[in-house]
Every structure is written in structure tokens, then in C-alpha cells.
């Protein structure tokens, strides 16, 4: 999983029915709380608003699991709201 | 997914029957609006033209879905058109 | 696999049975014992403390094999600790 | 899908069936026709030659559907001659 | 496939009975014979020594094949030495 920051929305018309409903969110990947240059369109399964620190989990089929559906062309969501990272 | 735009068409026979009269797209990914070094050769479901702003999905397992097969050698398709990338 | 370190812990609600009470483990990847800029967010099969320098598997079906399951929303997971790199 | 440059052949005894009587491509991935500093080892489906530019399917259920079987040992594989990039 | 270079040995437990009495290959990732900045840990199939150039199969589904089995946590495996690369 991958640490990202919600940046903004994507507005995109995707002719399958998984996608009905679901926003799309633009998600910087960040390394120790610094903006990368690298980023995900993902799905949002906790109501991630603007800025907020995310958790992305980048694979198919725990992504699927993730929605507890076995097909849907799915990869990137948008799983838990970072509320700490503790460096050691 | 990732947003890309379309720079053109890659012309190349393959001998599968998934590929006949499919095109093949190049597109450039893109970050906040600008062209990275990446690109990705991808098949169309949404008549994308030149110059268009797309979303990708590059999954093997969610690109055969999307076509709503269960076996074909295909993982990355452009599965729409971007009218907005809202910031926030 | 790859070869990191621990470097932190990440706090976040994941809304999945298989989450509960794991650690999420913040490990930056090393390469030849020095930190690159590539991290992952794993969890731990191991317990795996602060600056330990560990085995990491990235890929999602041998991450449910290595839990024993067949399903789960997981892909990055911590397999060893590492007790010596002997250069040749 | 990515394009790139047949810049050579590998040499190497694979211990599995699958490699038999099979030739390793050694393929230099292109960005707008100018080599990149990333490659691919590659099985060939067209009869590549030197220097020839070819289109890399790089997934591996993609790459065993190429070749009409359910297992084996293959990823990246050369499916076509790049006849024409037609930038827009 | 890509071309690496076995430069040492990791050393550390992993409690899965697929790696007992398996060697974890230390393997750097070659482009045209000089080392680059990215590595990967392997397993072996075949006894390659210190330095030996190698071919490394990376796709978790074509590993266990390799192996001959359809379930085990293992990505990373050295299939063959590399004999030789012809460029042309």
C-alpha cells in the first residue's frame, strides 16, 4: 500500500456499471508526508475529502475484495484515512 | 488509473482475433496536465480522438472486463474521456 | 523481494475483517543497506520492530499464500527479518 | 502495450518446457522512436529481426492467452511488427 | 525477463515451508551489462554462483510454474545463467 494525499476529482464518463456513482479521486502519492511526482486515479471506499492523508491499495484483486465483488475492472481505491504516520 | 492524452496511433498487425479492428492508441500519461517520459499503447472504448485527455486502466484482469470477456491478451484500455480535472 | 527497513508506523482505519489488529508497517527499500526513495506499507508477519532491516514480498496472490488464505485485500506483506547480506 | 526496439538475442539454457526451441529477444523499450534506458527480455510470435521495431505485451494471463495455453512461464512477448507511429 | 548479475546472498528465516533449503539470491539488474540502480531477491533454479550473469523471471504465476506448483508465496526467480548477449 501507498500513502497518498487526495488532490482533487477526476470528471470522466466510464461505460461500466461498476463505475456508477463512484467519484474518482486524484490522489498524490507522498513519501514521508512530501509530495511525489507520482500519482493514482482511485475509487474512494471512506469518504475522502479534499487534502486528506489516504491509504491506497494498488491491486486488482484486492480491490475487488475490498468492494467483497469477485469481477469489476478495478485497481486503485482508496482504502482507510491516515490519522498518524509514527516515523521511528 | 491514470489520465493520459492521445499523441496517436500505433499501426502493427497482431495475429489474435481480439486485436482485429481494434486501434491502437499512444498515449502519453500525463501529471496535473503535463506530458511525463511515460506512455502506454492502449486499446479504445470510448472513440477518443487526437489530442483528447483519457483515463487508463492498466490491469489485465479489469481491461477484459471492461470488454466484458474472460480471457484476452489485453491490459491497458482507454475506458474514458476526461471533461475535468477538478483541484482542490 | 525486496530488502527494507522499518522506518514508522501508519495509524489508519482500514473498513476490512482482514485489517483488524494488524500493524501497518512503514518500510523504506534499501538498496546495498542504504535508503532509496521507495517505501511501502506492509504488513507484518514477522514482528518486526523500529529499524530492523526486513524481507518484503509485493505481490497479492503470494501475500494471501504466505496468511494461509485464498482471499484478502493485501499485496505488500513483511516475511522475514533479515540477519545478514553477505556481498560476494 | 509498449514499443520497442529488437537490439539483440539472449543466449540462455531456461530448464522448462515452455522455453524449448524458443528464441529471448533483447528489447530496448522507445519513447517517440528514441531508446529509453528500461528493456525487456522477450519471447517472439512474429519472427522479429534486428533492429526492427516491435510491440511488447508485457502481463503474463495476456502473454499465455497469445499463445493459446493456461499455464506457462511467460510475461513479455513480441506480438507485432510496428508498422507506422503515427503522432497527431 | 530481465538480465541480472548475482552480487550476494540474503540471509534471513521465513516461516513458509516453501523456502525451506531455498537460497535467496541477492541479484543486481543489468542493462547492457552495466549495473543499474535497481536489484531484486530471487530464488534459484539453477545454482547460479557469485557474479554469474543470470536471466530473472518476475511474474508471481510464471514463478510457480517454474517450480511446478500452483500455489506458493514466490515473485522472484533465477530461471537460467545467461550464456551470452548477441547485440546487433
Redesign the interface.
Known amino acids: ?3 497518498g494525499r ?11 456499471e ?1 463505475f456508477d456513482g463512484e467519484r ?1 479521486l ?1 490522489c498524490k502519492l507522498l ?2 508526508g512530501e509530495d ?7 475509487t474512494d ?2 469518504g475522502a475529502g ?2 486528506e492523508m489516504v ?1 491506497i ?7 475487488r ?2 468492494y467483497g465483488i469477485s ?6 481505491v482508496v ?10
Do not use: W
Request: net charge negative; hydrophobic share 45%.
Open positions: 500500500m501507498k500513502v487526495v488532490i482533487g476529482n477526476v470528471v470522466s464518463t466510464i461505460n461500466h461498476f474518482l486524484l513519501d514521508r511525489t511526482s507520482a500519482y493514482l486515479i482511485c471506499r471512506v479534499a487534502d491509504l491499495l494498488d491491486e486488482g484483486n484486492s480491490a475484495q475490498i469481477t469489476g475492472p478495478i485497481r486503485s482504502v482507510g484515512i491516515v490519522d498518524a504516520v509514527d516515523e521511528v
